[in-house]
């Protein structure tokens, strides 16, 4: 017979997550065939990750982090707000701030208005290439200044970048930027689910520091970002040269719907 496993959906400007709450840690963290087959569009319930909230000492909650490949993943940014969403409506955390842990660290989030923001890491460097930009924001972003932004095959185009001879060990995110009136633009391919999502907090952070560095963010402080799934924002503080601190990442973090699924 087989066992029922509860879940819960979540999205943020289009990035859709499965949330288990695991605080009675049942949930085995090695079944990669499990997870992947959970985020499987057609065989699954359909995400770009998976996410277990659990409790931890010191802290409101540990957030643990599945690609949609079924690997443990490295920081997702719009994971940390949904699931901070996520433990705000289920009652286990129902306050307008608090503070978590996850891949790369603890991280602080505010819930106001149905917007969530996230503290990210701060960045100490970032790489300066030929046409792009490399860092890491919790994740590691290749970031690249396109024009045509909404013709550009993000897959083809991505999947070249992520698969070339210095990433293809462990990948990276790649992310295409177009400046508009106001902001920039946004397309991502993301390692781990191995093709363009419609939004990546991570990488959207990224693309706002390097907007930054460009002087083309909205203001010196702060930088709008549209991604395919909807509108982000990101808030920082420049430390020096490529060095940024009181990173931000905000939006809306919503609920979708509440499910059961054999396993």
Excluded at 36 to 64: N, Q, T, V, Y
Excluded at 138 to 145: L, M, R, T
Aim: with cysteine.
């Amino acid at each position: 017979m087989k066992n029922k496993l509860s879940f819960y959906k979540y999205q943020g400007a289009g990035n859709d997550f499965i949330l288990i709450d695991d605080r009675t840690v049942q949930f085995d963290e090695n079944r990669t065939e499990l997870v992947g087959r959970l985020c499987d569009r057609r065989f699954g319930i359909g995400a770009d990750g998976l996410m277990l909230l659990r409790e931890k000492s010191g802290f409101d909650f540990e957030m643990i982090y599945f690609n949609a490949d079924g690997k443990v993943g490295s920081m997702c940014g719009n994971g940390g707000r949904c699931i901070a969403r996520f433990s705000d409506d289920i009652g286990f955390t129902a306050k307008p701030g608090l503070r978590f842990l996850a891949a790369d660290g603890p991280h602080e989030a505010e819930l106001k208005n149905g917007i969530v923001r996230l503290k990210m890491s701060d960045v100490s460097e970032i790489e300066t290439g030929d046409g792009f930009y490399f860092l890491d924001t919790g994740s590691p972003h290749y970031v690249k200044y396109v024009s045509g932004l909404d013709e550009l095959d993000v897959f083809g185009e991505g999947r070249k970048i992520r698969y070339s001879d210095r990433f293809a060990a462990t990948g990276t995110n790649v992310n295409f930027i177009e400046p508009f009136n106001g902001g920039i633009k946004i397309r991502t391919y993301e390692r781990g689910v191995e093709n363009e999502t419609l939004a990546c907090g991570t990488g959207v952070t990224a693309a706002a520091l390097t907007a930054a560095l460009k002087g083309i963010a909205t203001s010196a402080e702060n930088c709008r970002v549209k991604a395919r799934g909807g509108d982000l924002n990101v808030t920082f503080r420049s430390a020096g040269k490529n060095q940024f601190t009181d990173i931000w990442l905000e939006g809306p973090a919503e609920f979708v719907y509440k499910g059961e699924i054999s396993i």
